[in-house]
Nanobody, 121 residues
Framework: QVQLVESGGGLVQAGGSLRLSCAAS????????MAWFRQAPGKEREYVAA???????VYADSLKGRFTISRDNAKNTVYLQMNNLKPGDTAVYYC???????????????WGQGTQVTVSS
């Protein structure tokens, strides 16, 4: 059974940082891209960033420079470092894996349960 477990969310003041982690189990994703999406209340799910198996990264234009995605294939884990957080970043952040393309432009079949990030002003 494949599981993606996110962690690292929480409450932070504007300008602060958080590092999200997503640990996968049940199969290895070292040969596929992994990604982060987010969904704010009342809004559609939004693409955040993706990283290919070889380390190619793709970001939503609005988040470039503040967010950094990385992965550790040995640990089957993907990370999202978020700096200079803004209230508009408040959302549930979801890990996605098993993408068929390098940028997860078509999300993969596997989703985590989500982790809440709340940024206060």
């Amino acid at each position: 059974q494949v599981q993606l477990v996110e962690s690292g969310g929480g409450l932070v003041q504007a300008g602060g940082s958080l590092r999200l982690s997503c640990a996968a189990s049940g199969r290895t994703f070292s040969s596929t891209a992994m990604a982060w999406f987010r969904q704010a209340p009342g809004k559609e799910r939004e693409y955040v960033a993706a990283i290919s198996w070889s380390g190619i990264t793709v970001y939503a234009d609005s988040l470039k420079g503040r967010f950094t995605i990385s992965r550790d294939n040995a640990k089957n884990t993907v990370y999202l470092q978020m700096n200079n957080l803004k209230p508009g970043d408040t959302a549930v952040y979801y890990c996605n894996a098993g993408c068929s393309d390098y940028g997860c432009f078509q999300p993969g079949d596997y989703w985590g349960q989500g982790t809440q990030v709340t940024v206060s002003s």
